[in-house]
Structure formats: structure tokens, C-alpha cells
């Protein structure tokens, strides 16, 4: 196991590090992925084994980027503990359990901080958060959930070492307990290792590892800030189209970080059939997608360089939409679409719509009697229906309109 991680670690150093040269830098993602989604890690569950050694290589790779540790007692490491359930919906056995957040500094002596992250974690066996996985237990390796998060900011941490934006220090935090509940980043922000409020703005990647044909990168927490659209919309990076959501809250870091007032940004490239399973492995990865998100994010960052502080401004919660439906279609929504009516990406197995004849890339248009222009109207469609309810479905397949009939 040593000699293997020995040799990753080598591997990443065999040219100049982090030269923004596409090749090499390519060849860095790689490496980096490989090693994170590689079943020696586990799965990388909090407070285990494969945890342990997926930090170790963080904090050796934040070491080549040429940044300072700024976890606990002058480490790289922020240890928090916490009470683990053997049964994700409680009444099983608790164990005490310590995570660790990997912690790197780029000083420039500036009097604010931005904040770039990316959590680590993953599922383990799937014993806890894969309900997606119809399986037996089986390593969760996590590739594009968040090996790819993590990837494209080790990729940020050598560009800005060496970049001309230096009215910014940056903080680089790799979370753990993301899966369990954001138990990182909520322990990071309740005993940070840096004043907050010096804190400028938060950029968060997870999952963006999966940049579709369309290259469609969605953005969330856009209306955290008036700084942020008008930011966006003045970046080109290989035909990257930008889809905003303005909400700060959302299920991943960025979070623990805008209920500190803070603006936010949260990088993704879509859903997938392979999420929360064990398929999510490092041969499906589009590296070359990952490099594009990484500077797309760097001319955000350079743009934003020298216009001081943003300010923050809280949103809606675009979330509480979903909170109210009883039933599940049994698809995965494609969240970075940006067409009329909610496309399907992906049809899970023995769920309504797979008993209807529905298919991945069907774009639903109506349910029922409600019209369909968004994933908001398709919530809200859902909620209208209960368990056993039956209705018909209307998607477009193609250049066809077709009606399903779905029971709940």
C-alpha cells in the first residue's frame, strides 16, 4: 500500500508541477482521480482506513502546490468527532467516530481570504447513502463524487501559487463527512482555523466530473451575491454554457459556508445513472471536462481579483420546492438541461416510470393536468399525487410526443 501511494505521489511530480500545460495538467487529474476512486481507498468512508489515506495524499499534494498547513496545531489536518448510526435512519447501534478535513494555506498577505473546497468522502460499502445501489455491498469508489471535486482543486491550488491574483489569500479545505450530513464543513465553520469574517467568498466543486456533449456546467448560489452573474456571463472557456440556480442552500458544503453569510458558488456537472453506486468509477471521468471547469474557475477568480469584498445577500430557498411531494417517478432529473420541461437522465429500476415504458432523454412536458417548463413544475406535479394515485405522463422522445400511463 505504501509503495503504491509513494508511487502516485511521484508520478504527479515527474514534470514541474501544476505548469498549465493542458497535457500535463491532464495527466495530473488523472493520477489524482485514479489514486482517490482506487479500491486500495475503500471508499473512502469517514473515519475509516481508506478516509486516512486519501487525506495523507491530499495533504502531500497540497505540499507540491506550495501551500502552508492551516488545520489544527499548525497540521493539515481540522479532526472533528461525531456519533455514527449503523442504521442511516437511526435506531441502530452509535460509534464514536473522528473525520478529518485536509487544510492548505496560499499566504499573500492580503486582508481577504477566499475559500475553495471540495469534499473527499464517499460511501464506503454503500451501507449508508447508496439506496441507489440495488447491490450487494460492493467499494463505493466515488470517482466523479468528489475524486473529480478534488482533482480540479489541487488543479486551482498550483494555478493560483503561481497566478498575478494577489489581493486574495486562498484556503484550501478537502471536506470529509460530506455523505453523513455535511459534518465537515458545518465543524469547519463552528471552529475555523481562519476569521471568517475576512472571509470574501466560497467556491465549492462537487461532482464535476461528468461534463456532458452540451457542456452545460451548472452553477449554484448565483444570487449570493450581485457580484456573481455579471462575473459569469463574461467568461469563455471552450464553449462552457452556464446554467445558474440563485439559492445558497443545497446539499453539499457551500452551504455550512452561506448560513455564515458568506457568498457562494457550487460547481456541478450534472447527475448520472452511476451515482451513489459502485459504478462510479475513474474510466468515466472526462478529464478534459474537469480542466475546463478548473479554469473556468481561475478566470473567475482573476476577474474578481482587485474589486475587494463581495457583497452577500440571502436567497430563497429553492430547495423547500421539493419538500412537499409524497411520491417518486423513479428517475433521475438531468440537472444541468436547460430546454422547456424536465428532462430524464437516467430510469432507475422496478420505480413507476421504468414500469411505464419511460426512457433516459424522454423530456417530461405534463404530468397530469400540470404542465411541465422546469424541474420546479414537475415537483409540483409530483405533490399532487399519493401512493397508488395513477395518471398519464406526456414526454417528448425525439421529434415524438408520447403518453405514458404511470401508477405511484
Not at 203 to 221: Q, S
Not at 268 to 296: C, M, R, W
Not at 386 to 393: A, N, Q, R
Request: glycine content about 10%.
Amino acid at each position: 500500500m505504501k509503495k503504491c501511494f509513494s508511487f502516485l505521489i511521484a508520478l504527479t511530480i515527474w514534470s514541474s508541477a501544476f505548469s498549465q500545460n493542458r497535457e500535463t495538467d491532464l495527466q495530473h487529474l488523472r493520477v489524482d482521480v485514479v489514486y482517490l476512486a482506487s479500491n486500495m481507498l475503500e471508499g473512502r468512508e469517514t473515519g475509516k482506513k481508506g478516509e486516512s489515506l486519501a487525506a495523507q495524499y491530499i495533504a502531500e499534494r497540497f505540499a507540491q502546490a506550495g501551500l502552508q498547513p492551516k488545520g489544527n496545531n499548525g497540521t493539515w489536518y481540522h479532526t472533528f468527532d461525531f456519533k455514527y448510526n449503523t442504521h442511516p435512519h437511526g435506531g441502530g447501534e452509535e460509534e464514536n467516530r473522528t473525520g478529518t478535513n485536509v487544510v492548505g494555506f496560499l499566504d499573500n498577505g492580503a486582508a481577504t481570504t477566499v475559500v475553495i473546497g471540495a469534499h473527499y468522502d464517499h460511501l464506503g460499502m454503500g451501507l449508508e447513502g447508496s439506496s441507489l445501489n440495488a447491490g450487494e455491498p460492493a467499494i463505493h469508489n466515488g470517482a466523479d463524487d468528489n475524486a473529480s471535486g478534488v482533482a480540479a482543486m489541487l488543479l486551482l491550488a498550483g494555478y493560483l501559487k503561481n497566478s498575478s491574483a494577489k489581493h486574495n489569500n486562498y484556503l484550501f479545505i478537502a471536506f470529509s463527512g460530506e455523505e453523513m450530513g455535511l459534518f465537515g464543513s458545518k465543524n469547519f465553520v463552528n471552529a475555523p482555523t481562519i476569521d471568517l469574517d475576512k472571509v470574501n467568498y466560497m467556491l465549492n466543486m462537487d461532482m464535476v466530473g461528468r461534463l456532458n456533449e452540451e457542456k452545460v456546467l451548472a452553477i449554484n448560489g448565483a444570487g449570493t451575491s450581485p457580484a456573481w452573474k455579471d462575473a459569469l456571463e463574461k467568461i469563455s472557456q471552450n464553449g462552457i454554457k452556464v446554467k445558474t440556480t440563485d439559492s445558497g442552500v443545497g446539499p453539499s458544503d457551500h452551504t455550512s459556508f452561506y448560513l455564515k453569510d458568506i457568498p457562494v458558488l457550487h460547481f456541478f456537472t450534472g447527475q448520472h445513472s452511476d451515482y451513489h453506486k459502485p459504478s462510479d468509477d475513474s474510466e468515466l471521468v472526462n478529464y478534459e471536462g474537469i480542466f475546463d471547469v478548473a479554469n473556468f474557475m481561475l478566470q473567475l477568480i482573476e476577474q474578481l481579483d482587485n474589486t475587494g469584498k463581495l457583497a452577500f445577500t440571502k436567497t430563497k430557498d429553492e430547495q423547500q420546492q421539493a419538500a412537499s411531494f409524497k411520491v417518486t417517478l423513479g428517475v433521475m432529473p438531468d440537472y444541468v438541461y436547460d430546454g422547456e420541461g424536465m428532462r430524464i437522465d437516467a430510469v432507475l429500476d422496478d420505480r413507476p416510470a421504468k414500469k411505464a415504458g419511460l426512457e433516459g432523454g424522454d423530456v417530461i412536458i405534463q404530468i397530469g393536468d400540470k404542465e411541465v417548463k422546469n424541474i420546479y413544475d414537475y415537483m409540483d406535479g409530483l405533490a399532487l399525487y399519493k401512493k397508488g394515485d395513477k395518471t398519464k405522463v406526456k414526454v417528448k422522445r425525439k421529434n415524438k410526443t408520447i403518453e405514458k400511463e404511470v401508477e405511484f
